[in-house]
């Protein structure tokens, strides 16, 4: 009679045994894979394998889970899709939404600019009545010793991004918008340092100690107080030289790429200077200092300050210890591993580590060398702020104020505000009113009926509408469906589900 093996013991199988006639077999369970022994189950890593997710891929025992990256949508198991936010309400957006990958942005119509909420339109000239405008980048040169020296200050709206180890962008201020009526007064200049890498490092104190002294009788000049920079984009980029013949080691070859915008000044024009006289003059200001940057690079003399600190933009390799860190700048290292200052945080080059945004200051992207001024003057907020909400001042959701700070007004009847420092609320449309003042969302208003996932309500007509093809609502009560992600559509209307998207 046939013995059944898997009775004792599972047969020795890790996970199922079955018997059969004169033997026995061992298999295992979704996701595993049996070993040559013939009864070891091992779970198969689907993350091994190329293209298993999209974005990111996490492996469990047995599974696997596919996560996107912020502003993506996971459709299908393993797809990720770009949000279209401006089919979301139109992005809470006041005027126009423009959806880009991953992101979207708020638009306003001429003569207007974007509020710091980043979603509000205001006059392009009017001064928040207690929001303080953001300081601007300063550059700033002086001769020290017959030497050229140039700082450049980023007091906010500063960007730093670490490409590779060898080369490194960043930005600071705003780019002034393409259709003011002055167009911005711009330069392009691209540097050599020869025998220097990309490395944004501390600057090295104790060597100028003694020049520091002489640059207070050494004077600033040609540019002043007002070489006010509204916006700058640098990027500095690393190559190894290799040299012919000769038999010495190759040389790191550094290039500066530098733009500056200076907004134009109109109000500065006279009788005697009329508006493209002070363009000229402007336009002369910015080329000198740029002549005058020029000199400060090749002598290795150029710095950039953030949060107090002062960088060098790029270093001799001699300068580096042996024991240099192998993190690079905005990171630390962490059991082992380096790890991007946090939210909220910012990497100070004085101390080498990562420090909490002081009160009245906030950071919402990692490695970054300083943290933004909030807009309010209040001086209000939490220390470690990782976002403009956590600023404080502003109006909670449901009320809103000319600047979007206290004191703030309830939404008046017939409109609702989902977000907080706005300084509008969304009307409900249709002439549909709200049961009470300070309402926070579009449910809030008297619908004549309650659209169920997969509708949308159209307020002029006072009907639920299937949402059409390509689209969904997987929520009761809203007035809009959202777009599916990325170039995928529905095969049918009134979708309830992204899962439903292909």
């Known amino acids: 009679a046939d013995i059944d093996e898997c009775q004792e013991n599972n047969g020795g199988c890790d996970h199922f045994c079955r018997n059969t006639v004169g033997s026995f077999e061992c298999s295992c369970q979704k996701g595993h894979k049996l070993l040559t022994d013939e009864r070891t ?105 017959g030497a050229e020296v140039c700082s450049l200050s980023c007091p906010s709206n500063a960007l730093y ?71 700058v984009n640098l990027k500095c980029d690393s190559s190894k030289k290799r040299r012919r013949g000769r038999k010495s080691p190759s ?28 363009r000229e003059r402007m336009k002369q200001k910015l080329q000198s200092a740029m002549r005058t940057l020029r000199k400060s690079i090749n002598k290795q003399q150029f710095y950039i300050q953030f949060s107090g600190t002062e960088y060098e933009v790029a270093q001799k390799p001699a300068h580096l210890p042996d024991n240099a860190e192998a993190c690079s700048t905005g990171q630390v290292l962490r059991d082992g591993k380096c790890v991007s200052c946090a939210v909220g945080t910012f990497y100070s080059g004085e101390q080498e580590q990562c420090v909490p945004c002081p009160p009245g200051t906030y950071q919402d992207t990692v490695g970054q060398l300083s943290c933004e001024p909030c807009p309010s003057t209040e001086g209000q907020g939490i220390a470690g702020a990782k976002n403009v909400s956590q600023c404080g001042g502003q109006c909670p959701a449901g009320h809103f104020s000319s600047d979007g700070f206290r004191p703030c007004q309830l939404c008046p009847l017939g409109s609702y505000q989902p977000e907080p420092g706005r300084v509008l609320c969304f009307p409900c449309g249709g002439g549909l009113m709200t049961k009470y003042e300070g309402s926070v969302s579009f449910r809030d208003c008297e619908a004549k009926v309650h659209c169920a996932p997969g509708h949308y309500y159209n307020s002029s007509t006072h009907r639920c509408i299937r949402c059409p ?32 998207c292909k």
């Open 161 to 231: 991004q670490a490409d590779s180890e060898n080369s490194y962008t960043l930005s600071c201020g705003v780019p002034v918008q393409p259709d003011t009526l002055a167009p911005p007064i711009k330069q392009k200049a691209r540097f050599k340092i020869k025998d220097a890498k990309c490395h944004l490092r501390p600057r090295n104190k104790e060597k100028h100690r003694d020049a520091s002294r002489q640059s207070l009788q050494g004077g600033q000049f040609s540019c002043t107080d007002d070489c006010q920079v509204t916006f």
């Open 41 to 145: 189950c091992q779970d198969i890593d689907e993350c091994s394998f190329e293209r298993t997710c999209d974005h990111t891929c996490i492996n469990y025992p047995g599974s696997f889970e596919c996560l996107c990256n912020k502003g993506y949508i996971l459709y299908g198991l393993t797809h990720c899709g770009d949000i279209d936010e401006c089919s979301i309400n139109n992005g809470s957006c006041e005027y126009g939404c423009m959806n880009t990958q991953g992101g979207y942005e708020c638009v306003c119509p001429p003569g207007q600019k974007l509020h710091w909420n980043k979603k509000d339109c205001i006059e392009a000239v009017k001064c928040l009545p207690n929001g303080k405008p953001a300081p601007q980048a300063q550059l700033t040169c002086s001769k020290n010793a």
């Open 469 to 500: 093809a390509g689209t969904y609502q997987s929520e009761f009560g809203q007035k809009y469906c959202i777009t599916c992600p990325g170039n995928t559509t529905t095969d049918f209307d009134g979708a309830t589900n992204v899962s439903h």
């Open 251 to 278: 040389k790191e070859v550094s290039h500066i790429t530098a733009e500056f915008e200076m907004e134009m000044k109109e109000e500065e024009a006279s009788d005697s200077c009329n508006v493209e006289c002070v």
